[in-house]
């Protein structure tokens, strides 16, 4: 760029109406998945202190700090204000969609960037922000609405949740995430961000993984080929040559092989 195109621009934004178009609020929310110990999927759901949707369940989630940081960071942000994980600590958090329809959010036109965050078993301690009541773990059950259709519901320690308990469009984009997440079990390695110990698993706290994630049981035996072609065929795991032991018997352990697998 020369200088008179420099001078020409300088000159152009000292004068711009930044209030000339209509802004809409940003928003960076997070969809948490984790295991429990029971080997089911949980989701962190976060109950609203304040209006709108005044102690209805939410997905965490916060407005961006504009001129001050990027999209990126403000979820980084929001996990790190919800759980005390910080999303350099190996987590998988990535974008999942983005949404701006004009009324879903009744205060203003509201754009969310949404990320989902796979965070290993037992590392997550859920804590509410500033804005929310309390931050629990659910786990994710599956089951079918009046019309037969199907539906997810949510269980806790001391309560239990429908898609009615749960703000703005949220339920919605919950469905994105675990359609998404099932979606990329054949092609990513995404199921490994779920396990304890990536460095110290066996196959059938992996398989445990894929059932959860599914819904549904897996035949083990052939859970164990898929494993031994597309996983240690393949590099994307190793042997330990240690063991650990499954009730009356004994199992390899092996450890998980970073690719470029996931897109």
Same mark, same amino acid.
């Given at each position: ?22 802004r ?9 998945f ?8 949980n ?18 989630? *916060?407005?961006? !700090?504009? /001129?001050?940081? @990027? #999209? ?9 204000e919800?759980?005390? =994980? ?40 859920p804590?509410?922000?500033?804005d ?8 994710i059950?599956? *089951?079918?609405? !009046?019309? /037969?259709?199907? @539906? #997810? ?12 308990? =749960? ?7 919950i469905?994105t ?10 092609y ?76």
């Amino acid at each position: 760029m020369d200088q008179e195109q420099t001078a020409a621009e300088k000159a152009f934004l000292d004068q711009y109406d930044v209030s000339k178009y209509e802004r809409p609020s940003v928003t960076a929310d997070v969809i948490i998945f984790t295991m429990d110990d029971d080997n089911e999927l949980n989701i962190l759901l976060i109950k609203r202190g304040n209006h709108p949707y005044k102690d209805y369940w939410a997905i965490p989630g *916060g407005f961006l !700090e504009t /001129g001050r940081e @990027s #999209i990126d960071e403000a979820a980084a942000r929001e996990l790190y204000e919800e759980t005390g =994980i910080k999303a350099d600590d190996g987590i998988d958090l990535r974008q999942l969609i983005t949404v701006g329809t004009p009324d879903r959010d009744p205060r203003t036109h509201v754009v969310s960037v949404v990320y989902t965050a796979l965070v290993p078993k037992g590392l997550l301690q859920p804590k509410a922000g500033d804005d929310a009541k309390e931050a629990k773990l659910f786990k994710i059950r599956k *089951g079918y609405d !009046e019309n /037969g259709d199907l @539906s #997810i519901y949510f269980v806790g320690d001391k309560c239990s949740l429908t898609m009615k308990n =749960i703000a703005f469009d949220h339920e919605d984009l919950i469905i994105t995430a675990l359609k998404r997440l099932r979606g990329r079990l054949n092609y990513t390695d995404d199921a490994f961000s779920l396990l304890q110990d990536k460095d110290r698993f066996d196959i059938l706290e992996l398989l445990r993984i894929h059932e959860a994630i599914l819904f549904q049981k897996l035949d083990k035996p052939n859970f164990r080929r898929m494993f031994m072609r597309d996983y240690l065929g393949k590099h994307r795991v190793k042997e330990l040559g240690q063991y650990a032991q499954e009730g009356k018997r004994k199992t390899t352990l092996y450890k998980y092989l970073p690719s470029n697998r996931d897109i």
